[in-house]
């Protein structure tokens, strides 16, 4: 079994910054992708930012410039500096991250959620 342990999340105003950490944890040969995902009150989980093997990562219109995605692949720890916060990214934020394990080669694993709000 594959655990994601989020971290990092809270209140911040508006124009501060939050970094946010995810471990995984449990029994992984190696961890493909990993990346941020957010669910604003009353909508849908959107993409925030993902890192992809090799280096590449990629993020939403709404967040370039302001966050930046990193990861520490001994670690098996990826996270989310958040900088210039506004009120619409209080959301909750999810980690995601892709395992290959004993027995698949690819299986998507969630975070609980970490609550970000921004607010004055």
């Known amino acids: 079994q594959v655990q994601l342990e989020e971290s990092g999340g809270g209140l911040v105003q508006p124009g501060g910054s939050l970094r946010l950490s995810c471990a995984a944890s449990?029994?992984?040969?190696?961890?493909?992708?990993m990346g941020w995902y957010r669910q604003p009150p009353g909508k849908q989980r959107e993409l925030v930012a993902v890192?992809?093997?090799?280096?590449?990562?990629n993020y939403a219109d709404s967040v370039k410039g302001r966050f930046t995605i990193s990861r520490d692949s001994a670690k098996k720890t990826v996270y989310l500096q958040m900088s210039s916060l506004k009120p619409d990214d209080t959301a909750v934020y999810y980690c995601?991250?892709?395992?290959?394990?004993?027995?698949?080669?690819?299986?998507?694993?969630w975070g609980r959620g970490t609550q970000v709000t921004v607010s004055s």
């Open positions: 995601n991250a892709d395992v290959h394990g004993p027995g698949y080669f690819t299986r998507a694993y």
């Open positions: 449990g029994t992984i040969f190696s961890v493909n992708h």
């Open positions: 890192w992809s093997p090799g280096g590449g990562t």
